[in-house]
C-alpha cells in the first residue's frame, strides 16, 4: 500500500536550520517517531540536536537521512 504523511513543517524547519548554520547535513540529530500510521510507518513527529535532552524515546539518524525520508514519504500519493 503507498501512502504520504505531511512533514511540511518539518522540512521548512530543518532547511531553515541548515541555512542559518545551527545544523549540517551530515550531523546526527535525534527523531521522535509517533504513532504507527500506516503500513508499519512510524512517522517522525519531532527532531532535536546539540545537547539537548528530551524525556521522549528517540533514535539518532543524520540530518542528510531525516531530509531524505521526510521527502520521500511527503509526496502525495
Not at 8 to 25: A, C
Not at 33 to 59: L, M, Q, V, W
Amino acid at each position: 500500500m503507498k501512502f504520504s504523511y505531511d512533514y511540511d513543517r518539518l522540512l521548512n524547519e530543518l532547511h531553515s536550520d541548515l541555512e542559518e548554520g545551527l545544523i549540517d547535513k551530515t550531523d546526527i540529530i535525534k527523531i521522535v517517531r509517533g504513532d504507527k500510521y500506516s503500513n508499519e510507518y512510524y512517522p517522525i513527529i519531532d527532531y532535536y540536536y546539540d545537547d539537548e535532552e528530551t524525556e521522549e524515546h528517540y533514535a539518532e539518524l543524520s540530518v542528510e537521512r531525516v531530509i531524505s525520508e521526510m521527502e520521500q514519504y511527503n509526496t502525495i500519493l
